[in-house]
């Protein structure tokens, strides 16, 4: 078994399902739905009315789409609640139409994006090709500052054909865009006219076609949301009104959904997975590829030298590391590709060699450059201990030094895209290995945490993406996985599992993408 399942307890009250959805999706035309479970099964009918509170882990700087993230445990319920979604995913990663489709008939050198016919933002102006051009043209530029810029510089260009079509002309082949699409604020299309008037108006007032509208939001508040009535895909949303609040405590986290009746809560800390599970709550989780890592700065000393970056992971014993901060709930990605992955080889990401870390560190310090490093780390629990683990573990050995800073939540878009840091938590999760990998060991990635740079990865994470067979692709990802191992850019320590956590009373949890949850489908009994 090469992703070792040490969370044993059993989840509890989830069924997969697949929702149906108009027309045909995928990159090609192919069906499908988001996936989901519902804890009252999948054959009762949804009830109308009420309130649902979603807990998430930060809280949005703005609640302009562009700035907004689509991972879930952060701003993804905020986007999916104002904008509602252009596409979502299959439970295998294929696209889906939802508001629109998103195909290509060249191999990903153009695609088409076509509208539902009749769709509108809450303001009762139309959503059309022209505001998906606005939306998707803004991205690129650096001052709208968007998590999804170097995805978006992919597009060449974008062209108006009617007022439900818009030709996407890409700089080079991407057969699996759409993915990006669904991944990203790509998804999420505000009001152009409404945009105009700048990101801090615009915060104050956001106009999106999604199925809730903002009752209230300032800075360091909950997001409260009110149904909107001219949601086009009636009779959806089901709760009259919704609050998405961040708890960035695990454990308080945990005490709120286990003690309320309406609350929801997007969980990425396995314990609080496990005594859910206990406690009978609902607990749904999507396994993905990849994993959460430490990325090590090669931009900068001492990480700029391979052998401190093989010295530290050797260094580091992951099963004690998952104790310390796990209790042994997590689960450790053995291989970078799961078992059930057609990209999937035997060839291991980690090995801890207390010997080979030790003679590496005194080999650097003989050269007078001893390891010396700082952990950046954010303002979690889990992220906080997590650094004094590796803290702890490489205190056990000689030439090497590590010192813990935690970081504002204000900060972390600076310093990622600064790169300002020695070593920061970050992660490479998948369905399909595009865009994730691409995003974070290409050379030509904004995002690429580690700032590995290396011409065989940049080229074989770009033939990944733009293979045109499945045999294509598994040759490029075999040189990935083997270049990851070699260069030690990060440092994988557990995988990415999307949770939702639900009170008793709370149902309809479906989630597209990476874990990216639909309010429109929640209700409450």
Partial sequence: MHRRRLLATAVAGVTAVVLAACGGGGDSGTSGGASGGASGGASEAPVAGGHATILTMAEPNSLDPAKLSNAYAITAAVGNALYGHLVTTSESGEVVPSMAEFTTADGGATFTLKLKPGLAFSDGTPLDAAAVKFNWDRLKEPETASPNRAEAQQIAATEVVDATTLKVTMASPQPRFGNTVSLGTFNWIGSPAALEKGADEFSKNPIGAGPFTLKSWSPGTPVELVKNAKYFDAPK???????????????????TVSTASDTIAMESNFNNMAKAADAGLTVQRQVLGGGLYVALNARRAPFDDIRARQAVSYAIDLDKLNQTVYSGTASIPETLFPDNSPFHTETPLHKFDRAKAQALFDELAAEGKPVKFTYSAYPSTESRTLGESLQAQLASFKNVTVEIKVIDTADIPRLRSQHDYDAIQSSAAFLDPDP?????????????????DDPDLTDA??????GATLEDRKAAYGIVEKKVVELTPVLF????????????????????????????????K
């Fill in 436 to 452: 994730a990998l691409w995003i974070a060991f290409s050379a030509d990635s904004v995002n690429n945490m580690s700032g590995v």
């Fill in 461 to 466: 994470v770009l033939a990944g993406r733009t």
């Fill in 493 to 524: 320590m557990s995988t990415v599992e999307p949770a939702i956590v639900g009170a008793k009373n709370t149902h309809g949890f479906v989630q597209y993408g990476l874990g990216s949850l639909l309010p429109e489908e929640i209700w409450i």
């Fill in 237 to 255: 949303p089901y709760l009259d009104s919704l609050t998405i609040r961040a708890v960035i405590d695990a454990s308080q986290r945990y005490n």
